[in-house]
């Protein structure tokens, strides 16, 4: 990504931000996805200069602002002088398909990591033009973005800040940065409370430098559960645990921190489970 208390039961992200503006913009850019081809190569074009190296076979073909599911998006950030920033947001495939790796291809671990790809947005990069960096434009396409998430049904969005700036960045929006000495946590409930899976714990490697993730619960929180899927009423935890074996007291089970909001912010609730 580019540099640049609530309490439960409350939308954590609401507002009705059209496809191209947002009505509190306090700089003067318009904010939405491609909308054609030329829009298209020079978000792509951005993303690649600033991104390197960037996956270019990842970037999904143009779209316009829609009813359909929520797919891999591309968006731009319009001044006055043309294309100033840009963004890449889709599914979180990559949550998904980490869940799987951890539990195995299970039935109940495939079930899980559908609801997690349905439910669960991931922001792939945010870049902004270095001539126009430090004005605000890469936490207002943030905020965007979160909200662009919401509108397609996400209750909980995802990034991975690979430097202090995106770590700042996220936190400026409102969202939590564990760290990268923690493992992120998954595990999706049912209407029941019932665990579809077991929890999954995902670490990211600090071989290429500074890599963590990141998170921000978009839909209604009760207790450490965020409530996604209004009709199948499913429910996902997000928590923490220890990254590295060396930092783990106990090696058959751990003890992990559910996330949870309260009115002076995050909390922790702790449970002692056998690790995945």
């Known amino acids: 990504m580019g540099d640049d208390g609530v309490t439960g039961g409350e939308d954590l992200v609401g507002g009705t931000a059209g496809a191209r503006d947002l009505a509190h913009d306090p700089c003067p850019v318009r904010i939405g996805p491609v909308i054609?081809?030329?829009?298209?190569d020079q978000a792509v074009d951005l993303l690649a200069e600033q991104l390197r190296p960037y996956p270019i076979d990842a970037i999904p073909q143009p779209r316009r602002?829609?009813?359909?599911?929520?797919?891999?998006?591309?968006v731009g950030a319009w001044a006055d002088d043309g294309l100033v920033g840009a963004a890449l947001i889709g599914p979180g495939v990559k949550a998904a398909e980490g869940l799987v790796d951890v539990l195995g291809g299970t039935p109940a671990s495939y079930h899980a990591a559908q609801v997690i790809l349905r439910y669960t947005a991931m922001v792939e990069g945010i870049v902004v033009r270095p001539d126009r960096r430090r004005e605000g434009i890469g936490l207002e396409i943030k905020r965007w973005l979160d909200?662009?998430?919401?509108?397609?049904?996400?209750g909980l969005v995802?990034?991975?800040?690979?430097?202090?700036?995106?770590?700042r960045l996220n936190e400026k929006a409102g969202h939590k940065v564990p760290g990268p000495d923690v493992a992120l946590v998954l595990q999706v409930h049912d209407r029941h409370g019932v665990p579809v899976a077991p929890p999954a714990g995902q670490n990211r490697s600090q071989s290429e430098g500074y890599s963590t993730w990141e998170f921000r619960p978009?839909?209604?929180?009760?207790?450490?559960?965020?409530?996604?899927?209004?009709?199948?009423?499913?429910?996902?935890?997000?928590?923490?645990?220890?990254?590295?074996?060396?930092?783990r007291a106990d090696t058959q089970a751990a003890t992990v921190g559910w996330y949870r909001l309260t009115a002076g912010g995050y909390a922790m609730e702790t449970e002692r489970l056998p690790w995945a």
């Open 218 to 247: 978009l839909a209604r929180m009760r207790d450490a559960f965020i409530q996604v899927g209004q009709t199948q009423g499913y429910s996902i935890r997000v928590g923490q645990y220890p990254a590295r074996p060396e930092d």
């Open 147 to 154: 909200v662009f998430a919401a509108q397609h049904g996400a």
């Open 36 to 40: 054609d081809q030329m829009e298209a």
């Open 158 to 167: 995802l990034g991975i800040p690979v430097n202090e700036g995106s770590r």
């Open 65 to 74: 602002h829609d009813d359909r599911p929520f797919g891999p998006t591309l």
